[in-house]
């Protein structure tokens, strides 16, 4: 798996977009990017994936840069509940390697 | 409406007493994955089962051990439980493994805690 780059931590307002960077400069063609989150004493849940096209569902939207060495995961109205530890992961297999994710902090 | 069932959420032990943390799933799913996951920590795989084929992760202790009897469950077992082993130990299925054209997402249960004494 290609190796990622999130900030630690990151504090957004309840109400607000909010927007999670993830740096993969070394990402491989095969490699797609998922973001996955953590809320405390839960497991992951899966965000979204991507491979090189922009991606929306329910829950967010993934804007993958054009040579796919950065993307963002945008939250479009930040809610409390969306208090947790994002992971952005790079991967062409069926396993994933978390690195240490972004801790975001929605507040009232 | 349960997908990734972890019994229990808390398991305490003792230092050395065989352990066994169980794991079910009602998504027919073909692959089975076992994360530990410390405090503060990201989670790691220790190994996956896709279907009754057996990955162990390079890195994951011989104390860690798994079964897989039918699609349904799975089952990790740490022989010798020692005080590093305290962590969150999660469950986690995928329909099938990526592939070059495809990739498939993981649904993780809520884990269990485990607690060496």
């Known amino acids: 798996d290609a190796k990622t780059t999130q900030p630690p931590s990151m504090d957004c307002a309840e109400g607000r977009a909010a927007n999670l960077p993830c740096n993969h400069s070394?990402?491989?063609?095969?490699?797609?990017v998922y973001w996955y989150r953590q809320i405390h004493s839960q497991g992951p849940q899966y965000i979204i994936h991507?491979?090189?096209n922009n991606e929306t569902n329910e829950m967010a939207s993934l804007i993958i840069t054009e040579d796919r060495k950065s993307s963002t995961l945008i939250l479009p109205h930040a809610t409390l509940r969306d208090t947790a530890v994002y992971y952005c992961?790079?991967?062409?297999?069926?396993?994933?390697?978390f690195g240490k994710g972004t801790m975001l902090l929605v507040s009232p | 409406d349960a997908m990734v069932i972890q019994n229990p959420r808390y398991q305490v032990t003792q230092f050395g007493k065989p352990v066994t943390l169980s794991c079910s799933q009602t998504?027919?799913?073909?692959?089975m994955y076992w994360y530990q996951q410390k405090s503060s920590q990201a989670p790691k795989l220790l190994f996956h089962?896709?279907?009754?084929?057996?990955?162990n992760e390079a890195d994951t202790p011989d104390n860690f051990q798994s079964r897989r009897p039918n699609t349904s469950f799975c089952f990790l077992d740490i022989r010798s439980p020692g005080l590093g082993d305290a962590a969150m130990y999660l469950c986690?299925?995928?329909?099938?493994?990526?592939?070059?054209?495809?990739?498939?997402?993981?649904?993780f249960g809520p884990g269990t805690r485990l607690t060496v004494l």
């Open positions: 992961i790079a991967s062409g297999y069926s396993t994933l390697t």
């Open positions: 089962y896709y279907d009754k084929d057996f990955n």
């Open positions: 070394t990402i491989s063609g095969n490699e797609y």
């Open positions: 991507g491979l090189k």
């Open positions: 998504l027919n799913h073909n692959v």
């Open positions: 986690a299925t995928s329909r099938d493994r990526a592939g070059a054209r495809w990739t498939d997402t993981q649904y």
